[in-house]
């Protein structure tokens, strides 16, 4: 009996043991966006507005999350939408997997579709619950509804808060709004001076109006250029008319072809000539020997 107790106690125990091991691995993995997101005054909105959209336990019920986040500058472009709007567009902020930037240089394909939030509504539909992420050049990341036709707006600008495995927070430039959710909001254009304005083409005055393109091409086609037609000195021309003066002209294929046909005439017309003499002089050859 006092084995059999000792062995209930033993197992008891380590039961109880294991127990407090796993609430204790599930408490430190555990999803606290509002507290995480505390040191980071920059997202101080953001985190307002999941708990004023109902966001928050959503987040915090995930053990492994994305978030596409906005700083304050950025989202105030959508705090006017009504709620309904508000939520749908963040839901589509909340990706469903762990992405960092390491992981995402490391995707095999250019594109990839990420699962958000909303998906798992039930309500979403023509692809509004997923999201695009795009490797573009010089390794930049942009993202994007994956909605046929939607543009990609926002640019992936750093990494927030990176927890391998259960919290990534990446930073994004424009709130990504899926059609279907309200007004699309658009990419800010670059800031001034990082592109060059494409040269305008000159004007052509009115009052002197230049020859037509076509009149432009005959000009060229006929007139040769310096490297093909180079300027004749005057000796060399004289030389040349010199030359062509001496050398006696080519007769043409048709001259030569009216001269054959005399020639094949005339000899043909020997020829019968020396078979009638020769049939003369063996018919009078006859008559003498007769």
Not at 8 to 25: E, V
Request: hydrophobic fraction near 35%.
């Amino acid at each position: 009996m006092g084995v059999s107790a000792n062995a209930n106690t033993g197992a008891f125990l380590l039961f109880f043991i294991a127990a407090i091991l796993l609430a204790l691995s599930t408490t430190c993995t555990a999803l606290n966006i509002t507290k995480s997101l505390a040191p980071y005054s920059d997202y101080s909105t953001l985190s307002d507005l999941f708990r004023k959209t109902k966001l928050t336990d959503a987040i915090n019920r995930r053990q492994t999350i994305t978030i596409l986040a906005l700083d304050n500058s950025s989202i105030q472009s959508i705090t006017d939408r009504s709620s309904d709007e508000l939520r749908k567009i963040l839901m589509n902020h909340i990706i469903l997997d762990y992405y960092d930037r390491q992981k995402i240089q490391k995707l095999g394909k250019k594109s990839a579709l990420l699962t958000t939030l909303y998906q798992t509504t039930g309500s979403a539909i023509n692809q509004q619950g997923f999201v695009n992420i795009t490797r573009i050049a010089r390794g930049e990341v942009v993202f994007g509804s994956a909605v046929k036709g939607a543009p990609l707006v926002g640019k992936l600008l750093g990494s927030v808060i990176s927890q391998p495995f259960n919290l990534s927070v990446l930073h994004i430039s424009t709130p990504i709004v899926a059609p279907g959710f309200g007004d699309a909001i658009l990419a800010p254009p670059p800031p001034p001076g990082s592109s060059k304005p494409p040269v305008a083409a000159p004007k052509k005055s009115p009052s002197s109006p230049g020859p037509s393109e076509e009149e432009e091409d005959e000009d060229e086609a006929e007139s040769p250029s310096p490297s093909e037609s180079p300027a004749e000195s005057p000796k060399a021309g004289k030389a040349k008319a010199k030359s062509r003066s001496e050398s006696p002209p080519e007769p043409d294929s048709d001259e030569d072809d009216d001269a054959e046909e005399p020639t094949s005439s005339a000899s043909s017309r020997v020829v019968w000539l020396r078979v009638g003499v020769a049939a003369v002089i063996g018919l009078i050859s006859s008559l003498v020997a007769f």
